[in-house]
């Protein structure tokens, strides 16, 4: 009987240490709090030191103070829903089944990140824009806006059904993600995908930043009339500029749907004594491409403020709450965003300023303060960088790379030296045309092709950092469009797209029988 009750003291020992062990990887394993925003572009925070100085984004720049900013990260198709459902799944869009914004719905069965987190002992929730035309999965509570949502007083969907909130959209998302994280399960570490709609576009400022820049000129992008010399066809022929796809919402001659009766007094004593001087101007040609300009940046900037503050608003409550020590921020967007270079709005090409999506990390003693990184780093390595903070493995369909060692200051040997890109949405709503690249730290290859167009172009940004020339046939770099057509064949294979996309790939209207004209007129 002494020998017994010894084995089962031993036993009891024992199980108390395994029990402390499993406490202890608790408490050390991080809370993951994600940032995500929509069509945030890095010419638009100060931090990224872009050269027109846009906008002080003081908030945002914290994060970069105190941790990482990653100068190289690169979307693999730029378009809002196949970034989310890259970033949930670490797989490209021919695997996890969304390609585009016109007739996908995300397949929720999938492994993601999420669920892997949640099974491994998380609380999960998402909170804010998903636009992926289905319900969450893998988390414990969701609370999200019904397609694109609305910049006032939306509707949230609930695991209950639709709610009524009454605000402005960014600062709804940020008070319901507060919400969560103060009467969250305290005795788990935490993921919340906090994700803001803005900004997207129509750019409906808060009312409280209407004016916010008194009237003074924005400096112009040094290719605002960008004449597209040389180019591709499917450069040329595009339904995304400020000379011509502009619609009377986008520059606030009608206003922002949803307002209450005094939020539209505010709204309307603001822009109407403005538009009316737009309208007895009647401007035409460049004159008429500057002031949509200068209206766009300061609507666009002003929901950048928005989420500025509601940034600062969150990293101030993980100080007070002392969470701040024990979790790992990061903050980034679905993609980049034209600001007027090439004459554009919006993102779908290859070309930096959609390509190139902001990415801070902060954590604190696993980060150091003020780094920079200039690998190419994607939104498909998400997901395992978040499964590998969490002391997870990654499941053996993703595609990425953790983040991890970069964040250590290392560079493992085998990182990755280029990246496979492909679009496909076509062609609603811009006349994007489908492409194909490969992208370098210098250089781009890319195939511009359905229906109309099988052109090539090479870039170089070393050489043409504004991007505006095509170098393919130049014979000096005959070599490097050998060397990379035969990265971009390795890529295909790496990358496990081989096949011909499926028509439903590139939305749900026919290429055939098109009857938009190559030059859509202004709507306004």
């Known amino acids: 009987m002494k020998q017994l009750a010894f084995y089962i003291a031993v036993a009891a020992i024992v199980t108390l240490e395994q029990l402390s062990a499993v406490k202890a990887e608790e408490a050390t394993r991080p809370n993951i709090l994600f940032i995500f925003c929509d069509d945030l572009t890095c010419q638009s925070l100060s931090c990224y030191g872009d050269n027109r100085h846009l906008l002080d984004t003081p908030h945002i720049d914290r994060l970069a103070r105190e941790g990482m900013r990653f100068d190289r990260c690169l979307v693999t198709n730029s378009i809002c829903g196949p970034s989310r459902a890259s970033i949930l799944t670490g797989k490209y869009s021919h695997l996890n089944g969304f390609y585009n914004n016109s007739n996908c719905k995300f397949d929720g069965d999938q492994v993601t990140f999420p669920k892997l987190l949640q099974k491994s002992g998380y609380a999960t929730a998402m909170i804010g824009k998903w636009h992926l035309g289905s319900d969450p999965t893998g988390f414990d509570d969701w609370n999200i806006l019904p397609g694109q949502g609305l910049y006032y007083n939306p509707s949230m969907i609930t695991k209950d059904g639709r709610v009524k909130t009454d605000g402005y959209v960014t600062d709804v998302v940020t008070d319901l993600s507060l919400a969560w994280i103060r009467n969250r399960d305290k005795s788990k570490p935490f993921l919340l995908m906090s994700q803001q709609k803005a900004p997207h ?11 916010w820049n008194k009237d003074q000129d924005f400096a112009e992008p040094e290719t605002l009339f960008d004449d ?36 539209l007094q505010e709204w309307n004593a603001y822009y109407e004594p403005r538009n009316e001087a737009f309208r007895q101007a009647n401007l035409q040609g460049r004159e008429l491409v500057r002031w949509r300009y200068q209206r766009y940046m300061h609507d666009y900037l002003a929901c950048v403020k928005a989420v500025d503050e509601n940034v600062g608003r969150i990293l101030d409550f993980l100080d007070e709450e002392k969470l701040t020590d024990n979790t790992l921020v990061v903050f980034s967007s679905d993609q980049g965003f034209f600001l007027g270079e090439h004459g554009w709005f919006d993102k779908r090409w290859i070309l930096e300023e959609s390509l190139r999506s902001p990415l801070l990390a902060r954590w604190p003693s696993k980060i150091a303060a003020g780094a920079t990184n200039k690998n190419i780093v994607s939104l498909i390595d998400f997901a395992e960088t978040f499964l590998d903070a969490a002391g997870l493995q990654p499941d053996a369909e993703m595609q990425g790379h953790s983040l991890l060692p970069l964040w250590k200051g290392e560079t493992p040997s085998d990182w990755r030296q280029s990246l496979y890109y492909h679009y496909y949405e076509f062609p609603s709503p811009h006349r994007v045309r489908p492409h194909v690249g490969v992208i370098t730290e210098r250089y781009k290859l890319v195939h511009y092709y359905k229906p109309d167009v099988d052109d090539w172009e090479l870039l170089d940004r070393e050489k043409d950092p504004l991007e505006v020339t095509n170098f393919y046939t130049d014979p000096a770099y005959s070599n490097t469009v050998k060397v990379l057509h035969a990265e971009l064949e390795r890529l295909k294979v790496e990358v496990q797209e081989t096949a011909e996309p499926p028509r439903s790939a590139y939305g749900s209207e026919p290429f055939e029988g098109e009857t938009q004209p190559e030059n859509p007129k202004p709507k306004n």
């Open 201 to 211: 576009r129509e750019w409906a400022p808060a009312l409280r930043h209407l004016g």
């Open 228 to 263: 597209y010399a040389g180019r591709s066809l499917a450069i040329r022929d595009h339904d995304m500029g400020l000379e011509r796809t502009f619609t009377d919402l986008d520059v606030k001659l009608v206003p922002s749907p949803n307002m209450t009766e005094a939020q």
